[in-house]
């Protein structure tokens, strides 16, 4: 998720549960007349903050005002908040399977012509944000006309989930094992997810068929240390030596002795000379397929041709986070240092939406789902993350600039944790703790038409917390982090197969 390298975890815990909590707290509504004297203090501020926001500046000024902010009479324009998301919510239904998409009406609007509509889950292992997603892509599907869906999980190894969903062999629970990264293939709302795909594609009614794809780097498991990255490199070179042996013969025997060593721990162990080589010949491969492209399609399919360059691709994204890695097998806690591997992925991530939305065309439309960390436009920052040296950018702050409003970015906050799951930190959490205040169980808020009214703006112009990884939060201004938030009051244990003998 939003932490890279994996740590230690409580049993039964997912790779990423561990990396990435909070008591409703008292706020008193002061008079009316005060908030209009603040509003000239505050509005200038809000507006500088999200220019620069928006440019990718962070000014002595703007740094200084979002220090000040909260100091002005927070219980306020925390109020106003409070009210004005009771007066605004919209209702949702509790969703249970890919079937239940009564009441999702109101998320149309929301959503609009937004290209990609990136959810996000505040934790990896809840069941809630996996079924309320099965919902949602299911009427953007079959209402909205959305095209794909992309998750966080390896890219290579989705390629067998997206065959899967497009009426190729195969037993669902098998394929998600194998298909999905990070141990995400036992949780059964992934294997329902895939399985409503299959039947939408496989219905002859439905001419435009739904993609299904990763978008993480490849590799993931439970050790942190990428030791299935190999895969990448695998599957291009095999790909290579059935199409054309012959072209690509240097480019395979330049990637070959560093096969086995394909890791994070590998290429730790790698002289600064072979680093280079290595480099080189994944360059070297990504050119072979640039190349040669008009053969290689002729010789395979476009669809065939598409996924292998990827992996090279890939495989050259996962170079470059080896490269910036601390060497040696994750420890209990963060360094500061973390910080580079956290956004060397959150690039690489958001170049693979890149390329899904390129696969799927100028009327493609997709639904992103990942953690919230991930999808916000604001850096990785406060609780377990403040020990960084520096706020890593996230695929989330990559995609609102190469998309704009093409994409619609809406976390999934929280809050409480339910029975089996850990008990949630005594931190602020103002975000989850203020959408818990207005007494909805299950809405859609739509936080844009706030932006420009005084108090409510203002408070969400100023750092909040949104609740993370079951017990710890991430810092953010809601005002620039997301369009849009979707609140569950609780959130249970995801549904998992039983682990196989």
């Known amino acids: ?141 079959e209402q909205g006309g959305f095209t794909a869906i992309a998750v966080e999980s390896g890219l290579s190894e989705s390629r067998l989930l997206y065959d899967y969903a497009a009426g190729g062999p195969g037993d669902a629970r098998q394929l998600a094992r194998n298909g999905f990264t990070w141990g995400f293939g036992r949780f059964s709302e992934n294997v329902e997810l895939l399985e409503w795909v299959r039947r939408y594609n496989a219905d002859p009614g439905h001419r435009r068929k739904v993609g299904f794809y990763g978008i993480d780097l490849s590799g993931g498991e439970a050790s942190g240390l990428w030791l299935n990255a190999r895969i990448t490199l695998q599957d291009s070179l095999g790909y290579l030596s059935r199409t054309e042996p012959r072209l690509s013969r240097r480019a395979r025997i330049a990637v070959a002795p560093f096969l086995d060593r394909f890791t994070q721990a590998g290429y730790a162990a790698l002289t600064p000379g072979e680093r280079v080589r290595l480099r080189a010949a994944i360059d070297g491969l990504v050119d072979v397929f640039d190349r040669n492209r008009s053969g290689l399609i002729a010789a395979s399919t476009q669809t065939d041709y598409d996924w292998a360059r990827r992996n090279a691709v890939v495989a050259r994204q996962l170079e470059a986070l080896f490269h910036v890695s601390p060497p040696g097998p994750p420890g209990e806690d963060l360094s500061p240092e973390d910080y580079k591997a956290d956004a060397a992925r959150d690039s690489a991530m958001a170049e693979n939406v890149r390329w899904v939305i390129e696969r799927e065309g100028p009327a493609g439309r997709v639904l992103l789902f990942a953690h919230n960390g991930h999808i916000m436009n604001a850096p990785t920052r406060g609780g377990i993350w403040a020990v960084y040296a520096q706020a890593p950018v996230m695929m989330g702050q990559h995609l609102r600039q190469a998309l704009g409003n093409d994409l619609l970015i809406m976390p999934i906050s929280a809050g409480s944790n339910g029975p089996g799951l850990p008990p949630a930190t005594q ?23 706030a932006r420009d009214e005084a108090p409510v703006g203002a408070w969400l112009a100023q750092t909040q917390s949104i609740r993370a990884n079951f017990s710890t939060e991430n810092a953010i201004s809601p005002a620039t982090a997301l369009d849009a938030v979707i609140f569950l009051d609780r959130l249970t244990p995801a549904v998992k197969f039983p682990t196989e003998p």
């Open 1 to 141: 998720m939003v932490r890279l390298r994996h740590r230690h975890r409580r049993p039964g815990a997912t790779a990423d549960d561990d990396r990435h909590g909070a008591v409703p707290d008292r706020f008193a509504v002061k008079s009316a007349i005060a908030a209009v004297r603040l509003r000239w203090v505050i509005e200038p501020i809000r507006r500088l903050t999200l220019l620069a926001a928006a440019i990718g500046l962070t000014s002595p000024i703007v740094t200084l005002a979002q220090e000040r902010v909260p100091a002005v009479q927070p219980e306020v324009s925390a109020a106003a908040f409070v009210a004005w998301a009771r007066g605004h919510a919209i209702p949702l239904p509790a969703c249970t399977s890919p079937s239940g998409m009564t009441g999702m009406e109101g998320i149309r609007v929301v959503v609009g012509n937004a290209r990609v509509v990136a959810l996000g889950e505040p934790a990896h292992g809840a069941h809630e944000p996996l079924a309320f997603r099965n919902c949602l892509f299911r009427y953007l599907v």
């Open 427 to 449: 931190g602020s959490a103002s975000l989850d703790t203020r959408l818990a205040a207005t007494g909805l169980e299950h809405f859609l808020l739509d936080i844009r038409p």
